[in-house]
Structures are given as structure tokens and as C-alpha cells.
């Protein structure tokens, strides 16, 4: 199975899923919904358990979205949970992990302001963003080199980590970091930054991303510190790179290309 076939794969079951999961929340929130009408008993016997199987779906729904559709990666996670604090918890702020908690807010004379039944809304929505990843799919895959980047950067850090367990220090770093600087260029493209610089460093494009709030400080200092231990690697010094310095450099390049989407 080639990698785009995995990907539609993904998305099919994913969206199978996530039909599942939000009859079994209506389900639950109402029994009688018109929707139960179109399966029969024996179907909805065997709906998922909604509390012990969402979150398995929303983390590869998640991992896939950024991959194929990151910019819709944001909205994804603020339906599942509010990204800063709320002033009142409403219908229009209520999130995936309040059902999840079984959050309910009641008035002082027991008027219930908000209950599980606004969790429906945003599991809905969220359904709605992994339909779209088909859709996005199908109308890019001329753009396969998107979707096989990931696998193509692992081979060439598994490369690295051979030459780095036979001594070859060197040029175990040149390859992390020519693995590190062709990832930051993909995402740079990927979120339709330009760089300036015709042949643009790990140090211009790390600067790009953090301008346009894709990698936060953390990331930025982080990738920061990769491309320094890549220059240790590059240029003759004094000190020489040691196995250990590679090893941190790969290790770190690997988790930048899981990270930074």
C-alpha cells in the first residue's frame, strides 16, 4: 500500500468513526433522536462507548489534520476545549471535554442554564472538519510530495543514525541537518510564507515561521539549538562533534518534524 492510499485509508475509517461517535452521543444526550431511526437494534448495540473511545479518535484526527488540513488544526482542538479561560460557561462556549466531564450549570431555582446535550454542537463540527479532510485530499493529490514528506525525512534520519553508530560524526550531522532545514522549507511553503533569501538558512527559516506564529518561542530556541549543534557538525572547530552531539541533533530533528506541521 503506497502512502497515498494509507492516507485515504485513514480518513475513511476516521470518518466512519466519527459518525459513530456522534449517533452515540445523540444517543446518550437522546434516545429517541430522529437519527437512531436509520439503524436498527443490532447496530446500535454495537455504537462505540463515546467516553472511552473519543479521545483515540480526536488524537489521530488531530495528527492527520495537521498533515493535510493544518489550517484547521485550531478550531479542531478549541472544539474540544477552550483555548483561555471563559467568563461563563454557555452553549456557545461549551466544549467536547465539559461532556466528557458530564459538566452541568444550573440556576439557583434548578433551571438548567447548560448540560451535556450542548456537547452535540461542537462533536458535530468537529465531525464535519475530518469529513473535509477527503474532500482537501482528493483535490490535492497532484501535491503528493505533502503527504510522504514525513516518511521520506524518517529514512534520511535512520541514515543518519548509521552513520553516526560507525563514527561519522560529520557527516551524520550534515544529513540531521539537511533533513531539518528541507522540513522547515516544506512548512514554510506548506503555510504559504515567503522567505526572502534565495538559498535560506535553518536560522532564516526558523526566523520566518516564528514571525508568522506558526512555532512559538520554545520551538524557535529549540530549533535554534539544533541548528548550532548542525554547525558543529559542518564547520572545522576545535571540538570535535562526539556521538552523543549527533545523537541529540537527530533526536531533536526527529521530534521537530513531528511537531512543527
Known sequence: MDTAQKYSK??????EKGALLTIAMQKEISPD????KTLNGKEITKLPNFVLEYQGWYSESLAL???????RVADFRALYAPAGARKD??????????????????????????DKSAAL???????????????????????????VHAD???????????????????GAGAVAGVVLEGHLAAVCDRHRITVRKKDPSIADLNEALKSASVVDVVQWRFVQHLADLRNKCDHKKATEPSREDV????????????TVL
Not at 485513514?10 to 470518518?15: F, K, W
Open 10 to 15: 485513514d480518513m475513511d475509517r476516521l470518518i
Open 33 to 36: 433522536a430522529e437519527v437512531q
Open 65 to 71: 489534520l495537521a498533515q493535510v488540513l493544518p489550517e
Open 89 to 114: 460557561l454557555t452553549h456557545s462556549t461549551y466544549t467536547i471535554s465539559d461532556y466528557l466531564r458530564g459538566t452541568r450549570v444550573t440556576r439557583w431555582d434548578d433551571h438548567v442554564v447548560v
Open 121 to 147: 454542537h461542537p462533536m458535530t463540527q468537529q465531525f464535519s472538519i475530518v469529513q473535509g479532510l477527503a474532500r482537501r485530499f482528493t483535490s490535492t493529490l497532484f501535491d503528493i510530495k505533502t503527504l
Open 152 to 170: 521520506v525525512l524518517d529514512d534520511e534520519l535512520h541514515a543518519a543514525e548509521e552513520l553516526n553508530g560507525k563514527g561519522f560524526q560529520r
Open 247 to 258: 545523537e541529540e541533533l537527530i533526536a531533536g530533528v526527529r521530534k521537530v518534524t513531528k
